[in-house]
C-alpha cells in the first residue's frame, strides 16, 4: 500500500450505475445481474439453486468477478427490467438478503480467514459489517462500486484497492484503512462499528446528485486523520495460489466462468468461497 497521500479524483458526470438483481445491466447479450457475496461466502446450496435459476432465465453458467461476487447474463426483461418470476428465483438462492441494500453489500475478505493461516478469523466482522449496512438506511445510496477490504493480517488483500477496510495487526487489534491511506488502530471487537461509521461519514460528506464521488479518495479533503503504517502491518503476500493450500483446495475458474457441469462438481463441500481471483476455495 502507498505512503499516505490525498488526492481529489476526477469529477463524476453520472451517477453510479453498478449492477444488481433490481438494477441490472444491459448488456449485448441480454440483462446481467450481479449478487453480492460478503467475503466471498457461498453456501453449496444457493450454488445449486443459482445453477438452476441460470438455466432457465440466463444461460447456463455463472461468473465470477474480481471483487469475489457472482454474475448471471443472458437474462430477459422488459424495459431494462427483470421479470418478477426471475427476481423471486434470484430470491431463492438466499443471496439476495436485501432488496434496499443489495448495492452496498461489497465486503472482500481474506478467503482463506477462520480456516487455515492469518493473525485473526474476520468471519464475525465480515458478518457483523454487513448487518449494520442493511440496517442503516442512509447508507443504501451508497455507491455500488464502494468496497471494503478486510485482510486477515496473511497480506493477500493489503495492496488491493478498498475505500475502508482493515488488516489484522494481531488477533485483538487492526489498522484501519480510509481510501488510499492508514487510518486508527482500533479493537477487532469494535471493527464493523467503526467501518460503518466510516461508510456513514463518507455518504454524509459526498452529498448526492451524478457528481457525487463514488470513492472516499474523490473527496476534497480527508475524512479522518491520516496516520502512519503501523510497524506490524504485514508485507503484501500475492494472490493465493491454485492447488492444495492450508485448510482446503484453491479451485481455479478460467476466466471466471463456472459452467453448471463444472459447478455441480463443487456441490459436496457445505460452504465455499469466491476469491477475487477467479477461483474458489473449498475448505477442506
Not at 463514488?214 to 496516520?227: C, D, G, N, Q, T
Request: hydrophobic share 45%.
Amino acid at each position: 500500500m502507498p505512503s499516505p497521500t490525498w488526492r481529489v479524483g476526477q469529477m463524476r458526470t453520472r451517477a453510479d450505475r453498478c449492477p444488481g438483481v433490481l438494477r441490472p445491466w444491459a448488456a449485448d447479450d441480454g440483462l446481467l445481474v450481479r449478487l453480492r457475496l460478503v467475503g466471498g461466502r457461498l453456501p453449496a446450496a444457493s450454488l445449486a439453486r443459482l445453477l438452476q435459476v441460470s438455466a432457465e432465465f440466463a444461460d447456463g453458467s455463472v461468473y465470477l468477478t474480481k471483487r469475489a461476487n457472482l454474475q448471471l447474463r443472458g437474462l430477459a426483461g422488459c424495459d431494462g427490467r427483470l421479470a418478477p418470476a426471475a427476481v423471486a428465483a434470484l430470491e431463492s438462492t438466499g443471496l439476495l438478503p436485501s432488496r434496499s441494500h443489495e448495492l452496498v453489500r461489497n465486503i472482500l475478505v481474506s478467503p482463506q480467514t477462520g480456516h487455515a493461516g492469518g493473525r485473526a478469523d474476520l468471519r464475525p466482522v465480515a458478518a457483523r459489517l454487513d448487518a449494520l449496512l442493511c440496517d442503516d438506511p442512509r447508507l443504501a445510496a451508497l455507491p455500488g462500486r464502494f468496497l471494503f477490504v478486510l485482510d486477515d493480517g496473511r497480506g493477500d488483500l493489503i495492496d488491493r484497492s478498498a475505500d475502508a477496510g482493515l488488516v489484522a495487526l494481531s488477533g485483538t487489534e487492526a489498522q484501519l484503512r480510509v481510501g488510499e491511506n492508514w487510518g486508527a488502530v482500533v479493537y477487532i471487537a469494535d471493527a464493523a462499528e467503526r467501518l460503518a461509521a466510516l461508510a456513514g461519514a463518507f455518504q454524509a460528506a459526498r452529498g448526492d446528485g451524478p457528481d457525487a464521488p463514488w470513492h472516499i479518495r474523490e473527496l476534497p479533503a480527508p475524512l479522518l486523520s491520516v496516520m502512519a503504517a503501523d510497524a506490524r502491518l504485514p508485507e503484501p503476500s500475492g494472490p493465493l495460489p491454485f492447488g492444495p493450500v492450508p485448510g482446503g483446495t484453491h479451485v481455479p475458474v478460467p476466466d471466471g466462468v463456472l459452467t453448471a457441469a463444472f459447478g455441480r462438481t463443487l456441490l459436496d463441500a457445505a460452504e465455499l468461497v469466491v476469491t477475487p481471483w477467479h477461483g474458489i476455495f473449498v475448505p477442506a
